[in-house]
């Protein structure tokens, strides 16, 4: 009895001694939001995003075009042989490459069959004169037998009329003056044979003059010796090509453009033609590992027809005497087959905005307003050409663009730009052919 008191007094106690820590616990419960103190407010700064500008130019755009195409020269001269005969001599210039002057005397053929020829034809040209001489002669002598046989005709008519003479003498008188009738006409035919005997020995004469003149190769302009197939003592057939030059005074270069390439280059011309090709400005170049070399040219005309596959026309251009302008190690002479750069370019274009073409993204460009937001506008591209654009509307010169690319652009969002003079300055030079002033 005394055991089963005691168990109980100790499990009363036991439960007593967790009231005052539940107690305790709801009392922290109830006072901790009273004695909480209030959070501080976190202040979160605007991302600002770092990107490159430039101030938006009006400039004087000078629209151009690049092809490419190979020199030929205008003239060349195939020196072929118009007489046959041996070949007894030849310049000491006729050798490929050698320049030769208008005027100059390359070969000559063996002349003397030649000079025999002509000598033939002037020995019968003096018989033909003495010739002419004699028949004139004996046409005057007739012309007077005749009038003096006219005379007697006519007097013995006259007498047989008066019964002076017999019939069979007027008709003997009458067949004397016939006769000479017949003497003086023969005699004039004479004359006209002669007259056009001596016309064909004159054409004789001329063409053996010319044979002659054959046997010496003069060149007929400024040259460069490109083939030569004859040595001298060796047999000239005619007709065979004795050696080849090149005219040295004007070259000429046909490139090729892509048709929308040269759309730009109109813009600026009255007319909107093809031909107004013509009134472009053009240069030739020569890049080379160690030159860089350029010519003056001027356009001469555009080829006939288009390349179907390409959609390309072809432009030909004249350099004039691109020899007399060769610098040894400096400027070469534009050879045959030379593959060359020509450039077109169009009169300027005055007051374009002009922009970077890598900053239109899907017909939009980023401004910078005044107070360094972003601000996304739609713009009008009139025309392209290489890494610049010329604007018909959309931004104004002086205008803040971004240059740089941007991850995500949202309108309005806060810019840190910083000036993109690189990008500007290689834009100007595109655009105008000129270095930016400082």
Same mark, same amino acid.
């Given at each position: ?89 030849? =310049?000491?210039? !006729?050798?490929?490459? @050698? &320049? ?7 070969? /000559? $053929?063996? +002349? #003397? ?93 001329? =063409?053996?003059? !010319?044979?002659?003149? @054959? &046997? ?7 040259? /460069? $010796?490109? +083939? #030569? ?210």
């Amino acid at each position: 009895m005394d055991t089963k008191t005691g168990l109980l007094a100790k499990v009363s106690k036991r439960r007593l001694m967790i009231i005052p820590p539940l107690l305790i616990g709801v009392a922290a419960i109830v006072l901790a939001p009273m004695i909480k103190s209030k959070p501080q407010k976190m202040v979160v700064a605007e991302r600002v995003t770092q990107v490159r500008t430039m101030r938006v130019p009006s400039l004087a755009v000078v629209p151009h075009a690049v092809g490419y195409g190979t020199v030929k020269p205008l003239r060349t001269w195939e020196a072929v042989a118009e007489v046959a005969g041996q070949v007894v001599w030849i =310049s000491d210039d !006729l050798k490929n490459g @050698r &320049t030769i002057k208008t005027g100059a005397e390359m070969l /000559r $053929i063996e +002349d #003397v069959n030649y000079r025999l020829a002509l000598a033939q034809i002037n020995a019968q040209l003096n018989a033909a004169i003495v010739k002419d001489k004699v028949t004139e002669t004996n046409l005057k002598i007739a012309q007077k037998d005749l009038k003096i046989l006219q005379s007697d005709y006519k007097r013995k008519k006259d007498l047989l009329a008066k019964g002076a003479v017999s019939k069979a003498s007027a008709e003997a008188s009458q067949r004397q003056m016939l006769n000479g009738q017949t003497q003086v006409q023969n005699q004039k035919n004479a004359v006209e044979l002669n007259s056009v005997e001596r016309q064909v020995l004159v054409a004789q004469k001329e =063409s053996a003059e !010319l044979d002659l003149k @054959r &046997t010496h190769m003069i060149a007929p302009f400024d040259v /460069r $010796i490109t +083939d #030569v197939k004859i040595g001298e003592a060796q047999y000239a057939n005619k007709g065979q090509l004795l050696f080849a030059a090149d005219g040295i005074q004007i070259a000429e270069v046909e490139a090729q453009f892509p048709m929308g390439m040269l759309r730009p280059l109109m813009i600026g011309q009255e007319s909107k033609s093809l031909s107004s090709v013509l009134d472009l400005h053009a240069k030739v170049r020569l890049n080379t590992s160690s030159l860089n070399v350029s010519w003056t040219a001027r356009i001469d005309r555009v080829s006939g027809v288009i390349d179907p596959q390409t959609q390309s026309l072809g432009v030909v251009v004249s350099i004039f005497r691109p020899t007399s302008q060769a610098q040894p190690g400096k400027r070469p002479p534009l050879y045959r087959n030379t593959f060359v750069e020509v450039e077109l370019r169009s009169n300027p274009l005055a007051n374009q905005i002009v922009v970077p073409l890598s900053t239109i993204r899907k017909g939009k460009v980023y401004v910078v307003d005044g107070d360094d937001r972003l601000v996304i506008k739609a713009v009008d591209v009139a025309f392209s050409q290489g890494g610049y654009a010329v604007l018909k509307s959309g931004v104004q010169a002086g205008d803040q663009i971004v240059t740089s690319d941007m991850v995500s652009a949202i309108q309005g969002m806060l810019l840190a730009p910083t000036q993109d003079d690189q990008i500007k300055n290689r834009m100007i030079v595109e655009a105008t052919g000129e270095e930016p002033r400082l």
